[in-house]
């Protein structure tokens, strides 16, 4: 089974040493894109939480920050907090974002009528 054409043929150790550094940079730059594209996703997902759903933003924050932690480079959570703080303070500052009333049990609203 050939994945994109035949095998590759060297005809000299330096072409075959050549070949291998080649390899081996695009597989360090795919790494790199794949993580900055698992970045920029951790981050979508923040957003659309806060601004859709409606989770308090410190919630959001804890737990992206602790999937960054997981599943990205050692540089992404601190940059992934950064950036969301910067976004709720745009959405503070432009009034978008309303915090969530506090929470009434049924028997509290009763006792008032």
Known sequence: MSFGGPPLTVDT?????????NIQNQSAIAEIISSKILDLCILHLAMSEITVVGTRHQIVINEVVDLAKCFCNGAAP???NGCLG???KG???TESLVEPKQQVSVEAVKSLT
């Open 13 to 21: 150790f330096e072409e075959a040493n050549d070949l291998e550094r």
């Open 78 to 80: 601190r940059i992934i």
């Open 86 to 88: 910067t976004f709720i």
């Open 91 to 93: 959405l503070i500052e």
